[in-house]
């Protein structure tokens, strides 16, 4: 069901909404399309699932298309991915002529929409060849990287590179996920859905029905963390964890994710997590399928911890579920997770497992100091992370797009 | 009484294009050459910034030298400076300057931070438009500020303090319109310390001020 803006208005205040509707009239009609790679699994398609209905409910044309591949075209895209997050990896000529192939034969569907679009929002690199496929476009083009690109491997970045400066501009997360290139460099930072299964209130039995079917036991504390079977997730490291403070405390952990349409990987680094967690009943490793958003919903809300401790991570946006949630959040020093996690007052950074575990044990033992930590997340992420923000700073980009102009007033 | 049209406002964040600086002294030499609106971003924007923290000093230069560089020195020193009460941003960027050269002057090296800590130089666009809401009178601005969004809250009483009549925000401006004849009210707006608020609590202050001065509930 499509999100309705007048629905969040308990959560975020009459204003907030009613100013949404002032800014969106001013692009009434406006020709939006976004373009990813997936309909569903991972943030992208999340932030998509939501943001394309709630342009249109503000009076934006606003429309959502997917480019189709074959599994080969996104092992070399996660290929692109992980070089551009910093891993070497091979990508030899052929691999990007088979990356421009599926571009060539997915604009054969959509270049009429994107030709006439006024504004496209490209997100990540699958689609991004799209621009030079549509020499005849009428609108503006942005690029949305939602990952942490500061410190690619660089070979990647150079053949990707000629690929997004041709852009009109391009959006980050964060200032630190940027790299200069010859076009303004808009930072947004991503956000969630209140209302969404992910992150909607449960009741007692919701959660209940979730502990039963996986075995938790909810007399003893548990941690969880969410994330796709990624090895910059680090997901072995949060298992080290684990069974450095399960010797002094009898904690459960979850890992659980779901496998992304586009990531091949997932499925080994699944095998090397079992493996790791092997005689070890208190540890679940569980793999969602697609669209189990309750289900993580009543696994965030059953911890008592939540972990997102990545080595290399994009926004982290399990890291704004976990504080809207109210928990405080354990998280690695790296990317989006260090916007989000401030030491004693959202929850700690880590760069280890014994980080980590000396951080879990603190938590355990401040009982008071968690709540306090969990109520203030909650609150940070109602004033700055809900998808009203987020909507707010698209609507205000394409205002600003339109009018051309880069001055430091813009009155609309 | 014109009525009062509250504006809101979005901050549209982007890169100034300016190389980040490992150390202090490129902090330096960035500060000396940055266009105005990367100065005003850093001190003035920080409070409509999406963010987790709840930093001890509002400008980023003074987080950057506690937390990064690890001067605290420096960074109460740039922590203090008030960007409201200089005549313009460029009294703000020598003020700045003549502290960061009087440190750098004190040092025996030159402070650096590791790499993936250094600072990156932003500007914005600040979007503004008319919300279509209306305050006809002195006595409902309590009421009326309670129900702002952060944006309103920030244009209308920090941005306001750069626009003409520099100084002043745009409440009082409004007051003023009648003459004396509200002064509790600029007393008590006029009393508020604006530096040490998030826009959430100055919103809160505010409404504390006005009640105090006989606004309505």
Same mark, same amino acid.
């Given at each position: 069901m499509s999100p309705i803006l007048a629905a969040y208005e308990a959560i975020v205040g009459? #204003?907030?909404?009613? *100013? !949404?509707?002032?800014?969106?009239?001013?692009? #009434? @009609?406006?020709? %939006?399309?976004?373009?990813? #790679?997936?309909?569903?699994?991972? =943030? %992208?398609?999340?932030?998509?699932?939501?943001?394309?209905?709630?342009?249109r409910n503000v009076g934006v044309d606003a429309s959502?298309?997917?480019? /189709?591949?074959?599994?080969? +075209?996104?092992?070399?895209?996660k290929a692109i991915h992980n070089g551009l997050q910093g891993k070497a990896v091979d990508l030899p000529k052929k691999d990007w002529r088979i990356y421009q192939d599926v571009n060539e034969e997915n604009v054969q569907r959509l270049r009429p929409l994107l030709e006439e679009a006024d504004i496209v929002f490209i997100h990540d690199p699958q689609p991004a060849h799209l !621009?030079?496929?549509?020499?005849?476009?009428? @609108?503006?083009?942005?690029?949305?990287?939602?990952?942490?690109? #500061?410190?690619? +491997?660089?070979?990647?970045?150079?053949?990707?590179?000629?690929?997004?400066?041709? +852009?009109d501009a391009s959006i980050f997360s964060m200032a630190e996920f940027a790299q200069p290139l010859p076009h303004p460099q808009f930072l947004v930072p991503p956000s969630i859905d209140p209302l969404s299964e992910k992150n909607r209130e449960l009741d007692p039995a919701e959660l209940e029905s979730v502990r039963s079917e996986f075995g938790i036991d909810p007399e003893r504390p548990l941690l969880v963390q969410i994330s796709r079977f990624d090895r910059f997730k680090d997901p072995i490291g949060v298992i080290q964890a684990c069974r450095l403070v399960r010797k002094v405390i009898p904690v459960q952990l979850v890992l659980a994710g779901g496998g992304a349409a586009d990531d091949p990987e997932g499925k080994a680094v699944l095998e090397d997590v079992m493996e790791a967690a092997e005689g070890a009943p208190d540890i679940h490793v569980i793999l969602l399928p697609s669209g189990a958003h309750k289900t993580i919903n009543a696994l965030q809300r059953a911890a008592d911890i939540v972990l997102q401790k990545s080595t290399r991570e994009g926004f982290g946006l399990t890291?704004?579920?976990? !504080?809207?949630?109210?928990?405080?959040?354990?998280? =690695?020093?790296? @990317?989006?997770?260090? !916007? /989000?996690?401030?030491?004693? *007052?959202? =929850?700690?950074l880590v760069n280890t497992p014994e980080g980590a575990a000396?951080?879990?044990?603190?938590?355990?033992?401040?009982?008071?100091?968690?709540?306090?930590?969990?109520?203030?997340?909650?609150?940070? %992420?109602?004033e700055n992370f809900l998808l009203s923000r987020h909507l707010r700073d698209y609507l205000a980009l394409m205002l600003a797009l339109r009018s051309g102009r880069g001055e430091r007033i813009l009155f609309v | 009484m014109t009525p009062f049209e509250v504006k809101d406002c979005a901050l549209l964040i982007r890169m100034s294009g300016l190389p980040p600086a490992m150390n202090l002294r490129e902090l330096r030499d960035r500060i000396a050459s940055c266009g105005e609106n990367v100065l005003y971003h850093h001190f003035c924007e920080t409070t409509l910034r999406p963010t987790f923290d709840d930093p001890d000093y509002r400008n980023d230069f003074?987080?950057?030298?506690?937390?990064?560089?690890?001067?605290?020195?420096?960074?109460?020193?740039?922590?203090?400076?008030?960007?409201?009460?200089?005549?313009?941003?460029?009294?703000?960027?020598?003020?700045?300057?003549?502290?960061?050269?009087?440190?750098?002057?004190?040092?025996?090296?030159?402070?650096?931070?590791?790499?993936?800590?250094?600072?990156?130089?932003?500007?914005?666009?600040?979007?503004?438009?008319?919300?279509?809401?209306?305050?006809?009178?002195?006595?409902?601005?309590?009421?009326?500020?309670?129900?702002?969004?952060?944006?309103?809250?920030?244009?209308h009483f920090l941005e306001a303090l750069r626009r003409p009549p520099v100084g002043k925000d745009d409440f009082s401006s409004w007051i003023l319109e009648e003459g004396e004849k509200y002064s509790p009210y600029l007393v008590s707006l006029g009393s508020i310390d604006i530096q040490f608020h998030s826009l959430d609590h100055l919103r809160k202050e505010l409404v504390r001020a006005l009640m105090q001065s006989g606004g309505e509930t």
């Open positions: 009459s #204003s907030v909404v009613t *100013h !949404l509707r002032r800014l969106g009239e001013k692009l #009434s @009609g406006l020709r %939006v399309v976004h373009v990813n #790679s997936t309909r569903e699994g991972g =943030g %992208v398609a999340e932030i998509l699932e939501w943001m394309a209905p709630l342009m959502w298309e997917v480019i /189709q591949g074959n599994t080969r +075209f996104f092992e070399i895209t !621009l030079k496929l549509c020499p005849n476009r009428k @609108g503006k083009w942005v690029w949305r990287a939602h990952i942490d690109i #500061s410190r690619p +491997f660089r070979p990647v970045w150079k053949v990707l590179r000629t690929i997004v400066d041709k +852009f890291v704004t579920e976990g !504080l809207w949630k109210g928990k405080p959040v354990i998280g =690695g020093d790296v @990317g989006g997770i260090r !916007l /989000q996690v401030t030491n004693y *007052h959202t =929850g700690f000396h951080r879990i044990r603190y938590l355990l033992h401040h009982r008071e100091r968690m709540k306090e930590i969990g109520e203030i997340g909650r609150e940070f %992420v109602r | 003074a987080v950057w030298s506690k937390l990064y560089l690890g001067d605290r020195v420096l960074a109460e020193r740039l922590g203090i400076l008030d960007p409201y009460s200089m005549g313009g941003t460029e009294e703000l960027r020598a003020a700045t300057l003549e502290i960061i050269d009087d440190r750098l002057g004190e040092l025996t090296m030159v402070p650096w931070v590791r790499p993936g800590d250094e600072f990156l130089f932003k500007e914005a666009t600040t979007v503004v438009f008319d919300t279509g809401e209306r305050i006809h009178a002195p006595k409902e601005l309590a009421p009326a500020i309670r129900r702002m969004t952060n944006g309103s809250v920030y244009y």
